[in-house]
């Protein structure tokens, strides 16, 4: 077997490794022993037609990874070199998977409360209970996983002053909930008929309205329904959050509270600015398209998603609010290196992988970071060439404009330019938890959480 290895990377561009170097390449771990390098977990990267999962990435040759060297240019990009080989595959599990599970019943026992609600005013349960539960089918539990690993990492119950297991539990249920509610208005929004590749629930419920032949239009009870059992989830999901904390000192109460309702609240308009945005006339202003996407991702995503859980889950075990704020900062830079990759994903990842058709963020028209950096690389007659056809969302012939738009995203330099704003997202994420109370470990188990955010989470 031969190594080929590229500069950074640059196929074709680097040396061969072959004898001593080659057999020492045997798992993850013995990379470190390779003379000269030391491995790094980096994120997502795109090397030829696959994507670069976690440092490693399954392909028909085996699997890619990366490696560093010591010395080379001021701001390590010389430092790149890719391994190709065939090597053990290495893969990150979800975490926090007994405490998601413990949160997914706590879910259950809500939706079973809510359907003794329904039954005493009969309203039937295909349209109601079985909404609810709909409305969280697919979800990887991102948002409970963070929590329930910051909570871990910081002592859990056993820690001083820390609420029990079962509460976290239900705040993660709530987090959950509440996410899953504003993803119910965002497909209302959007008009999107899948998520998590199922029906979104508008779509089943006009689906259902259609195949039993009922009266009237079935688009409008889908969307109606939707938009109601989306409010009544979010209500639910309050009223959960405050009886999970009633048993938290003062101090604490109030800072989980008052962390959970701000970041509700910009969760929603971050939601207003991603469906508003593309309506705006500035769509030739790469920088600003650039700086209202950011601002999106921390309100929408970064802040939600991932700040608030961990902030939560510090919390929850007790924690200062010195350390509670150092987890929210650190969520912040995950939750934005989260957003960026998943804006690749709606752009160039395929339809089995984000449970939503191909391209659907060029269909859509979406301003993102990716097409703000296209737009700035691009000169002037290629990107009003650009600007046109991400102008014409589903007009035919979709297929072939979305291939030409994802050709001239490649081409650009763009990818390469967010996924060195996705590493650098993490590197300051990881530099913010050493300045942490958490032993190793503790930041051990949140960099992992945030490698599988970034490569295994759909929301």
């Known amino acids: 077997m031969r190594l080929e290895a590229t500069h950074a990377g640059v196929p074709g561009a680097g040396m061969a490794l072959g004898g001593q170097e080659r057999d020492q390449l045997g798992s993850r771990q ?52 890719w391994i190709t080989a065939i090597l053990s595959v290495v893969t990150i599990g979800p975490p926090a998977q007994e405490f998601v599970e413990l949160a997914e019943r706590e879910l259950e026992a809500q939706v079973a409360r809510r359907s003794q609600v329904h039954a005493h005013y009969g309203f039937p349960a295909l349209l109601g209970t079985d909404g609810v539960s709909r409305a969280h089918i697919g979800s990887s539990r991102a948002a409970a996983r963070l929590l329930g690993v910051s909570y871990a990492a910081h002592g859990g119950e056993t820690a001083p002053g820390a609420l029990s297991t079962r509460n976290m539990a239900l705040a993660a249920t709530a987090q959950e ?123 929408k995503m970064a802040r939600y998603l991932a700040a608030t ?26 939750g934005t290196a989260y957003q960026l990759y998943a804006d690749i994903q709606g752009a160039l990842g395929a339809s089995e992988v984000t449970g939503k058709p191909a391209g659907q963020d060029l269909i859509d028209g979406k301003r993102t970071v990716l097409v703000g950096v ?28 979305v291939e030409h738009l994802q050709g001239v995203i490649r081409r650009s330099g763009a990818l390469d330019a967010v996924q060195e704003m996705i590493a650098d997202h993490r590197r300051l994420a990881i530099d913010l938890l050493e300045q942490s109370s958490l032993d190793q470990a503790g930041r051990d188990a949140i960099t992992q959480a945030g490698d599988w955010l970034l490569t295994s989470a759909r929301l």
């Open 30 to 81: 013995q990379l470190g022993r390779v003379p000269g390098l030391r491995p790094r977990v980096v994120l997502p990267w795109w090397i030829g037609d696959r994507w670069l999962t976690c440092g490693f990435t399954v392909g028909p040759d085996g699997v890619a990874g990366p490696l560093y060297w010591p010395g080379g240019g001021s701001n390590g990009r010389q430092n790149v070199i």
């Open 177 to 299: 909930a509440f996410l899953d509610g504003t993803l119910i208005h965002a497909d209302l929004a959007a008009r999107s008929d899948i998520r998590r590749g199922h029906p979104t629930l508008h779509r089943h419920y006009a689906n259902l309205h259609h195949d039993s032949d009922w009266m009237g239009d079935s688009l409008r009870m889908g969307v109606t329904l939707a938009q109601l059992i989306g409010d009544t989830v979010q209500v639910t999901a309050c009223h959960m959050f405050d009886e999970a904390t009633r048993d938290a000192a003062p101090e604490i109460r109030a800072y989980m509270v008052e962390t959970q309702h701000n970041s509700q609240v910009e969760r929603i308009l971050g939601q207003a600015m991603d469906t508003i945005y593309p309506y705006l006339p500035d769509i030739e202003d790469p920088e600003g398209i650039i700086r209202q996407a950011f601002a999106t991702i921390q309100a």
């Open 309 to 334: 859980p961990l902030a939560i889950g510090a919390a929850g075990a007790g924690s200062s609010l010195h350390e509670c704020s150092i987890m929210e900062q650190t969520g912040l830079h995950l």
């Open 374 to 401: 296209t737009m700035r690389l691009l000169k002037n007659k290629e990107r009003r060439q650009f600007v046109n056809a991400l102008l014409r969302g589903a007009a035919p012939p979709v297929e072939a404009r």
